[in-house]
């Protein structure tokens, strides 16, 4: 199992810029996320989705878009990219609801940077 | 003030000091998670808690429900523990707040 994957790694982009992150997982998992992490604060949700079809806006939603077309992938879309935008960003997925369902597995994050 | 908050921020401890790292949340939770996030930026689940207390090797997590208060302790301290440890409150189904982590450095 490869768990969480996410790309790229490291992205600079400049104001304006369209780009997609990548995130896929092969654990079957029904719930996915995207959450950025910035200095001095917690980890904050962007977007997620309970399944292939279903998506939701979470805290900062604002200038993101997200997809869910099959159960292992969950793109994430930036759609004109904003200095505020630099981030790290890290995507989750986890089993379901109840009991040890909710633990969540993490990407390894991508380091996004926009001048 | 934050819905969930850690403490201490940072810690610096000797090698084979037993640790306890705080998290005080305010809101109603349906479970508390502790996350390990390492150097390199990777973030592993440790715990998920929703009573009681839990052992996993030379980690322990406890919560008081009452007190709304848990806490991570990690006996015989190693410099492989040094890492950034967050606490995670799931409120809700899909609803989880993070602290904002506290950074352990273990001295050899």
């Known amino acids: 199992n490869a768990g969480v994957t996410q790309t790229p790694k490291f992205q600079v982009l400049k104001t304006g810029q369209s780009m997609t992150l990548q995130c896929a997982q092969d654990?079957?998992?029904?719930?996915m996320s995207w959450y950025r992490q910035d200095p001095g604060m917690g980890l904050r949700l962007i977007h997620y989705s309970v399944g292939a079809g279903i998506t939701d806006q979470g805290e900062v939603p604002n200038g993101y878009n997200v997809s869910r077309s099959t159960t292992e992938d969950f793109p994430l879309r930036l759609l004109s990219a904003a200095p505020s935008q630099t981030s790290v960003y890290f995507c989750?997925?986890?089993?379901?609801?109840?009991?040890?369902?909710?633990?969540?597995?993490f990407g390894p994050g991508t380091r996004l940077t926009v001048l | 003030k934050n819905e969930v908050e850690q403490s201490p921020q940072n810690l610096t401890a000797q090698e084979g000091e037993f640790i306890t790292i705080n998290c005080s949340y305010s809101?109603?939770?349906?479970?508390l998670h502790w996350l390990q996030q390492h150097p390199g930026g990777g973030i592993v689940s440790l715990f998920m808690l929703s009573s009681g207390k839990k052992k996993h090797g030379r980690l322990i997590a406890t919560i008081n429900i009452q007190e709304k208060h848990s806490s991570l302790h990690i006996t015989a301290s190693h410099p492989r523990d040094s890492a950034v440890y967050i606490c995670?409150?799931?409120?809700?189904?899909?609803?989880?707040?993070f602290g904002t982590g506290t950074r352990l450095k273990v001295l050899a």
């Open positions: 989750a997925s986890s089993r379901g609801l109840g009991g040890s369902y909710n633990e969540q597995f």
């Open positions: 995670a409150a799931q409120g809700g189904t899909y609803k989880y707040i």
């Open positions: 809101v109603g939770i349906s479970a």
């Open positions: 654990m079957n998992h029904e719930y």
